[in-house]
Each structure stands twice: as structure tokens, then as C-alpha cells.
């Protein structure tokens, strides 16, 4: 049961007699049990001993020709350690080999360790154990090597994945390098290496983003988008770069030209625009993180006008926006949602209602020279700016609007509203007086007060 680099140096009174099965049991038991006793004596004596360190400790109650052979407390334990690896195996003990194997502080010897495990085809075992050992490519080398033996506990890549998925920050290149071939042959699977699944730790969460970005971008960009999308909604990122690349992973999809491929194909890559556009306009107005002007210049696509809007809006351009929506699209009632979102009282959104005012009214003129709108065009357009008028009179600094309104418009019109907004500004006027003498009258009970306490 001795490692073989120690057998030589073993000197035996006599031939050790044959034992029976039986008789072999119970004598590696009662090796197990003097070997745990030994490593326990040797740890509790030797107080001051770092992990690690070669402390030149000899004669401490040597055993047999072992405890002779070896002259350090470290190697003592190396020993007892790979005596107690070979007890396990040869009592085909699992728990115990996985036990001992797997404990960082294990003195097993590396080499001895490696030629038990292999020999006796403990595969599981020896991943765990070189783990211990900080021989991360050593275990990542030989579970890529048992991924194709369906009758080895090594089969498919679902032991590289949890492998790689505690590795942490600092291993990202070797996260990089054997990830590769589980994101080539089980992508979605693949992808939870930098993810997670709810039974890892919160490693994968510290690898650097655009390292990872990287890697999924060899191999699939449907793996890059769910990776962003993961990383915003369940990692809360804020970093403006990741989401101005989700964003263009979105639009990518939508405006990939169309395959050429059958209808039913067809039918599905339609579907897949569709789904991203719906989260690409969702994401544009949700999230406060992305950069509008460095991302508006890719947004001048025939399809993507109402998305353009919404980064117009950010950037405070209403004018460009509100003109998208009445000149290109042609639908008011969008102008006024965008106008109901952008509206302040104050500062650059405080304007938005007159400006598309502005745009209604100029709306019948094509520009051209040749051609001038018709009495229908005019009267529908005085409509549509009244009706904003009616509804909106309290976001519109009436005197503006009616400088913008036609010539033609009769004052017989224009007066509920031109009422309704000096009303308005008397009651304003109203409320500035009696808050102007309300703040004189406390003043004046403060001084009251104040000289009848002094006094």
C-alpha cells in the first residue's frame, strides 16, 4: 500500500506471509485507522507549521520504515496521504476518494495520485483532484477527452461546464479556450458557462464582459444578444457600452436583408424581426444607459423611423422627431404621444406641442411651386390644430400659436381659447397676489413674535 517512490526504502524483519481475502479487508481497515491516527498526531504536534511550508522536523514518532524514510512533516503526510488513496481504491470507497482528493490541503502525491486514478479509471475523481491542485488544464484537457466516451462519467459537456463556470476572472483565457468546443457542439448549453444556472457560484458574474463578448462572437451572435440581455436585466450592468451593443444586436436582426430560403423559413426569420424590433423599441425607451448620438447614425433606415424618434428625443431634437412623424408617417395621434412623453413646463421640452402646432399647419405644403393645397387640405389642417388648441391649451403659449395658426381662421373661432388662456393668466395672477400677501403676513406674525419673546 506504500507509494512506490517509498517501497524501496522499506526494510521488513522477514516475507510478509499471504493474506486471505478476509484477512486483507480487515488489515487495510486497521491501516486506514493507524493512518488517520498518525496524520492527526502529526498535524496537532506540529502547531506552528504553515500549509505549504518545508519544516525540517525529524524523529517525530517515526512508524516502521516509513516514518525512517521520510524527513520532513511534509513528506511524512505526502505519504500517509497516498497510502490512504491507495486503502480507498483498493476498498473502492468513493466517498472517501472524492473526500480526500478533492480537499485543498490534500498531500497526495501528485504523480502517484495521477497513476492511481487513471489506472483504476477514477475519472471523476482525478478532475476533482487536480482542481485541488491548481492543474486547471490538466482537468480541462481530460474532460474534453472523455466528452465523446458515452461509457465514461466524464460523457458530454456538462462537466466542462460546471468546470468552467467556477474558475473565476483570472482563468478567462483558459474559460476562453475550452469553452470554445462546448459552444461549437452544444451552443445553448455553451452559453451558461458565462451565465450561470442557478447551481454555480457567483463567479461567472465577475468575468470581464467584453472578454466574453469576444468569444461568443467566434461562434454564434444569438448567444451574444441572450448574453447582453442576461446581463442587463439580471445583472443590473449600467455600462453604456453594453448597452449600445445590445442595441445594435437588435438591429442587426431587423434590418438583415431577408434569406433566401423557403416560406416557412421565411415565415420565421419575419418572426424573428418581429420579436426584435418590439424589444428594440421597448429597450430604446426603457433604458437610460445607452448613447443616443453615438447610435442615431445607424438609424437612418426606411425601417426604423419610430425608432430614430425616440433617439431624437433623448437628444432633445423634437423638431426632427415630431417632423418624422407628420411628414413621413403621417400619423398625428403618435406625434401627440411623443409630445405627451417629452412635455416639461420648463426647458427644452417646453415647446413640443407648439412646434408640432408649427408642423400641422405647414403640413399641406409640399414645396413645390407648381401645386398649392386645396380647400379640403386647409380645412383639415385648421381641424387637427384646433383640436390640439382644445386639448392641449395649457402646454401652449397661446400668443405663439396664434402667430403659426392661417390668416384665414376666424376670430369667432379662436376666442373660447384666446378666453380660456387670459382666464388663465388672471387666476395666475390672482394666485401670485395672495401668495405675495400670505408670505408678507407671516413675515409680519414672525416679528410679532419675536419682539414680544425678546421683550
Known amino acids: 500500500?506504500?507509494?512506490?517512490?517509498?517501497?524501496?526504502?522499506?526494510?521488513?524483519?522477514?516475507?510478509?506471509?499471504?493474506?486471505?481475502?478476509?484477512?486483507?479487508?480487515?488489515?487495510?481497515?486497521?491501516?486506514?485507522?493507524?493512518?488517520?491516527?498518525?496524520?492527526?498526531?502529526?498535524?496537532?504536534?506540529?502547531?506552528?507549521?504553515?500549509?505549504?511550508?518545508?519544516?525540517?522536523?525529524?524523529?517525530?514518532?517515526?512508524?516502521?520504515?516509513?516514518?525512517?524514510a521520510a524527513t520532513t512533516i511534509k513528506e511524512k503526510i505526502q505519504v500517509i496521504d497516498t497510502t490512504l488513496l491507495r486503502c480507498y481504491i483498493e476498498t473502492n470507497n468513493n466517498t472517501l476518494i472524492e473526500s480526500l482528493v478533492r480537499m485543498p490541503d490534500t498531500r497526495v502525491s501528485l504523480q502517484e495520485g495521477e497513476r492511481l486514478l487513471r489506472k483504476n479509471e477514477k475519472y471523476s475523481e482525478l478532475v476533482l483532484f487536480y482542481r485541488s491542485r491548481g492543474h486547471h488544464k490538466k482537468a480541462l484537457q481530460l474532460l474534453q477527452r472523455h466528452s465523446d466516451n458515452a461509457e465514461s462519467s466524464l460523457h458530454g459537456c456538462e462537466a466542462t461546464i460546471s468546470y468552467l463556470q467556477n474558475l473565476g476572472p483570472e482563468y478567462i483565457d483558459l474559460i476562453g479556450e475550452y469553452s470554445e468546443w462546448v459552444l461549437k457542439s452544444h451552443p445553448r448549453d455553451g452559453l451558461r458557462i458565462f451565465i450561470g444556472d442557478g447551481t454555480c457560484c457567483g463567479e461567472v458574474e465577475n468575468l470581464p464582459r467584453q472578454r466574453v463578448l469576444s468569444f461568443l462572437r467566434k461562434r454564434d451572435q444569438q448567444l451574444v444578444m441572450e448574453y447582453l440581455e442576461h446581463v442587463i436585466w439580471d445583472w443590473s450592468d449600467t455600462n453604456p457600452v453594453i448597452h449600445n451593443e445590445l442595441i445594435m444586436q437588435y438591429h442587426r436582426i431587423v434590418t438583415s436583408p431577408a434569406e433566401c430560403c423557403g416560406p416557412v423559413n421565411a415565415e420565421e426569420e419575419n418572426g424573428k424581426r418581429e420579436e426584435a424590433r418590439n424589444k428594440l423599441m421597448m429597450f430604446l425607451n426603457e433604458s437610460g444607459y445607452y448613447s443616443p448620438a453615438s447610435l442615431l447614425a445607424h438609424f437612418n433606415s426606411n425601417l426604423l423611423h419610430r425608432e430614430r424618434t425616440v433617439l431624437l428625443g433623448r437628444l432633445g431634437q423634437h423638431h426632427q422627431a415630431l417632423t418624422i412623424f407628420t411628414k413621413i408617417l403621417g400619423d398625428i395621434n403618435e406625434a401627440l404621444e411623443y409630445c405627451q412623453r417629452h412635455y416639461v413646463p420648463h426647458g427644452n421640452g417646453s415647446e413640443v406641442y407648439l412646434i408640432l402646432l408649427k408642423l400641422i399647419v405647414t403640413s399641406a405644403d409640399t414645396g413645390s411651386p407648381n401645386h398649392s393645397p386645396n380647400s379640403e387640405q386647409i380645412q383639415k389642417v385648421v381641424e387637427n390644430a384646433l383640436d390640439i388648441l382644445k386639448n392641449y391649451l395649457n402646454c401652449i403659449d397661446l400668443p405663439q400659436a396664434l402667430k403659426i395658426l392661417p390668416d384665414d381662421v376666424k376670430m369667432q373661432v379662436l376666442q373660447p381659447y384666446i378666453r380660456t388662456s387670459l382666464n388663465r393668466?388672471?387666476?395666475?395672477?390672482?394666485?401670485?397676489?395672495?401668495?405675495?400677501?400670505?408670505?408678507?403676513?407671516?413675515?409680519?406674525?414672525?416679528r410679532v413674535f419675536w419682539y414680544t419673546n425678546v421683550k
Open 1 to 68: 500500500m506504500v507509494p512506490e517512490e517509498f517501497r524501496f526504502q522499506i526494510n521488513l524483519p522477514g516475507r510478509v506471509p499471504p493474506f486471505t481475502a478476509s484477512e486483507m479487508e480487515t488489515a487495510i481497515q486497521e491501516l486506514i485507522h493507524f493512518l488517520l491516527e498518525m496524520k492527526h498526531r502529526y498535524i496537532n504536534r506540529v502547531i506552528d507549521i504553515d500549509e505549504g511550508s518545508d519544516c525540517n522536523i525529524t524523529h517525530i514518532n517515526p512508524s516502521n520504515g516509513v516514518g525512517k
Open 425 to 446: 393668466s388672471g387666476a395666475n395672477c390672482r394666485n401670485k397676489q395672495i401668495s405675495r400677501g400670505l408670505t408678507h403676513s407671516l413675515k409680519l406674525q414672525v
